[in-house]
């Protein structure tokens, strides 16, 4: 089955520092990324979804300027919390849709974040 | 808003079949049911999904109503490793525009 490989699965950091989290899609091309956060015994939320050569699509309440998406080819996203507070400390999940309409998407194993 | 609604959670016995009930009332023809499940700290695994036929793949089945205002996940020999949150999603055609709900959480007994 498709793979998508989240990086790094765990970072602690000191508040105000950036963090970058890798999304890629191993085996497809993906034509839409998606990232998600997901809150300790909440589901997941959508942040943002980017299409490859394109900006963001960013939800209603999700600063664009603190977390910065970049889709630059087709397997390959990252997202960019800058200037990282405790109250950004999540779970924070990518997902890659390929070329084919109907596919699924296909999700990361997720990254915990920290901020101290 | 999720567009699907789900019973919180559910138990199983290990062994037995694990049946996982889907409301979708207000699907539109062109959407799919997806369903995913998570794994605590982990990312959500892909299971299945359909349009108006019934599905089978080597992890689970899909039923849908006629209708298609429900659906049902039916694993048929559930494991202590099939222990989840299962979710049940309805999207267009493009497998984008996820809204996840609550989900069920399926707890399988020994």
């Known amino acids: 089955g498709a793979v998508v490989s989240q990086h790094p699965s765990w970072v602690i950091c000191k508040s105000g520092t950036s963090v970058k989290i890798e999304c890629r899609s191993l085996d497809f091309q993906a034509t839409t990324m998606f990232w998600y956060r997901q809150f300790p015994k909440q589901s997941l939320m959508l942040m943002a979804t980017?299409?490859?050569?394109?900006?963001?699509?960013?939800e209603q309440g999700v600063e664009k300027d603190k977390f910065l998406i970049n889709h630059a080819s087709l397997t390959l996203s990252t997202l960019t919390v800058t200037s990282a507070h405790p109250e950004d400390s999540s779970f924070y999940i990518c997902s890659a849709h390929g070329q084919l309409s109907n596919q699924p998407q296909h999700f990361g194993d997720g990254t915990r974040l920290s901020i101290l | 808003d999720a567009k699907t609604t789900q019973p919180p959670s559910m138990d199983c016995a290990e062994g037995r079949a694990a049946n996982l009930p889907c409301n979708h009332s207000t699907i539109s023809g062109n959407e799919y049911v997806y369903w995913y499940r998570q794994i605590h700290s982990q990312g959500p695994q892909y299971i299945i999904h359909g349009l108006k036929n019934n599905e089978t793949n080597e992890m689970a089945s899909l039923i849908i109503t006629e209708d298609r205002k429900s659906s049902t996940l039916i694993l048929p020999h559930a494991t202590l490793r099939d222990t989840a949150v299962y979710y049940c999603?309805?999207?267009?055609?493009?497998?984008?525009?996820?809204?996840f709900g609550p989900g069920t959480r399926l707890s399988v007994l020994p």
């Open positions: 980017s299409n490859e050569g394109s900006k963001a699509t960013y």
């Open positions: 999603i309805s999207s267009d055609n493009y497998g984008q525009n996820f809204v």
